[in-house]
């Protein structure tokens, strides 16, 4: 398994991956426009399939969380104050 954890902002987002020990595979920055999540979705299945990645990001809504379940993947949201 892998686990992308995802910094949501207005503008833009930072991604990091890490697979089961921990270990970082890879990280990305990206726009928050339609081009940037395509951008992030392409470096997440680059990395493994859609099954693979459990992806925890800041928020439960909005085109960001849209594209990436539209893309497959499995989407946690967390509160940033915990």
């Given amino acids: 398994m892998y ?4 910094d ?3 503008r833009h987002h930072d991604a990091v ?3 089961d ?5 890879g990280s ?7 081009r940037g999540f395509t951008k992030l979705t392409d470096f997440l299945k680059n990395i493994a399939t859609p ?3 459990a992806v925890v990001i800041e928020t439960d809504r909005g085109l960001l969380v849209a594209t ?3 893309a497959g993947l499995s989407v946690y949201p967390v509160n940033p104050r915990r």
Avoid: C, K
């Fill in 28 to 34: 990305i920055h990206v726009e928050h426009n339609v």
């Fill in 17 to 19: 991956v890490i697979d």
């Fill in 3 to 6: 686990y992308a954890g995802i």
């Fill in 51 to 53: 099954q693979e990645i």
């Fill in 21 to 25: 020990d921990g270990r970082r595979v």
């Fill in 68 to 70: 990436l379940l539209e």
């Fill in 8 to 10: 949501w902002a207005d």
